[in-house]
């Protein structure tokens, strides 16, 4: 009897040992005890589970013959897949499809292998005609995201922002899509994904504007990294005008790049400039943007419509001159004015947080993935950081960015105050950074160039 009881007092520890190892180190758990039971159960169920789901095909017709042959009946065959390999997050199997199949049949059936195998979540993925990779999910990976311990090896302004649902970080790579929208209701975790994106800029050799017409208050902690910042609508005009005269300026040098002669190595854009000549990337920073299109008055909605104008010009010509725009705010559509649809477009990257209404999350993510637009309005509140990302190909990824707090943020800011570039264009909107008072208490404070 004693010993029964030390064996079922045994039970218990390791049983709560095994929990408290899947609550706060859910990685442990899944290669101790989440990986070798989800595999056992996918190589045993493996064709019943297949077959159930409808992704099997007939046998061929010399299987038909043999079982024939031996009295039986042939059995229908399902993919032919790899062994299954772990990852940090899940399992991977590389499937290859049977002829009349279609990964559109393996996306259909994702969440029926995910209760039949009792993986968090399916994803599936074509990697060439023919193949796809089957990828399980052990547990949610969105709940809780920390940055991660090996720094990913990135190209220049190619930054790793949010988890994604899979198991993968959502890199933001600028020269693949150059603009982004931003959207989300307060507190839905937009300032923290806009806090990850500054600080990996800041640590890059880029010039960072920014525009922010709730009196700088938002972007006040980035300052000694900013290279321009705009706190009211008319100082955001004078330098959107300063922004596209350094876009055609750098078009200018493209240009005498292209008829130096003979031996000049053809470019259309800055990147393909010597590195010596080529100008430093310019990435300008919109938050809040119906701040900034607030009108109340005619000449308001005058000063509106050439702002507008001028992120179009941005926007359509900016990303061969290295100048990126990111477009932030809680709201975005035809009621900022003439023009904002057609900025809206050129925005190919779209970020959409919590938002309090549909008609929000249809303006970030109706004109490229419906259904990822659907995806949004069912952000819980519970859960800031969560957002949906698209793009203009009509992929889109639920993801979560790590928390940042402003203090770090801002302390990264002033670290790498000694990265800001030379931009003689811009230095009038140059935010003068006060340095920390000596009294006990104050704070630092920074206050733009209003002047």
Sequence with gaps: MTDALWILLLAVLVAAALAAVRRRLPVLFW?????????????????????ACGLTVPASAMRRATARMVGRQAAPVPPRRSLPLPTGSGLVMRLRMAAGQAPEDFNTSADRLRHAWGAHAVHVRPTKPGRLELRLVGWDVLADVRPPRRRLRTEPLTLPLALREDGHWHVRDFRT??????????????SVY????????????VALV???CKWG??????????????DTPDRANDLLDVLVE?????????????????????????????EKARPVPVVVVVDEVAELFLAASKDDEKRRDAMVTKLIRLAQLGRAAGIYLEVCGQRFGAELGKGATMLRAQLTGRVCHRVNDET??????????????LAATRIPAERPGVAVVGDSSGGWSRVRSPHLTLEDAAAVCRDTSGL???????ETFRPVVVQPSAAPGVQPSARPVTG
């Design 217 to 230: 208050v938002e972007l006040a902690p980035f300052t000694p990294r900013l290279s321009a910042l705009a």
């Design 360 to 373: 929000s999350a249809n303006m970030a993510l109706g004109d490229i993935a419906p259904e990822a637009a």
């Design 31 to 51: 290669w101790l005890v989440g990986y070798p039971a989800v595999t056992l159960r996918v190589l045993t169920t493996y064709r019943a589970t297949m077959d």
């Design 194 to 205: 806009l806090r990850n994106l500054l600080c990996g800029l800041a640590r890059q050799p």
């Design 420 to 426: 800001i570039p030379e931009l003689p264009r811009l």
């Design 210 to 212: 920014g525009i922010d």
């Design 177 to 190: 899509v150059p603009h982004e929208l931003i959207l989300g209701a307060t507190q839905s975790g937009k």
């Design 246 to 274: 350094e876009m055609e300026a750098r078009f200018r040098l493209i240009g005498m790049r292209g008829g130096a002669g003979s031996d000049a190595v053809l470019t259309s854009d800055v990147w393909g400039l010597p």
